[in-house]
């Protein structure tokens, strides 16, 4: 019985791709921080920091910590698709929930004006 179902392996091959794109678009956005960053010292700030973290404090934070929850749950479920009783369970389920939430939390806290 070791062998998984064929639509068993597409659904987990599927739940990689959709896992590394999320943590492809997350570390990018963490590198390139919604409003850039700031290209010379200033007021507060110095080269390289986020303006939006100089601008709007809160909203930044708020970006980071959904950014930062949707890179590492992205990185769970590619270590949990390795054991499939991890695929057959509800906790794969919940990492991708709390994925695609930190992704629509960081875009809408780092779009919003």
């Not at 601008?55 to 054991?83: C, D, E, W």
Request: aromatic share 10%.
């Amino acid at each position: 019985m070791g062998g998984m179902s064929e639509d068993l392996k597409r659904t987990r091959e599927y739940i990689q791709l959709l896992a590394t794109l999320v943590a492809t678009i997350a570390y990018q956005a963490g590198l390139d921080p919604p409003g850039g960053v700031w290209a010379g010292d200033g007021d507060g700030h110095r080269v390289g920091d986020p303006i939006l973290l100089t601008t709007h404090p809160g909203r930044f934070k708020v970006f980071f910590y959904f950014n930062s929850a949707a890179f590492v749950a992205s990185i769970v479920i590619v270590i949990m698709l390795q054991n499939e009783h991890l695929v057959r369970g509800h906790a794969l389920e919940m990492a991708m929930i709390l994925d695609f939430f930190g992704l629509i939390g960081a875009y809408a806290a780092g779009s919003c004006r």
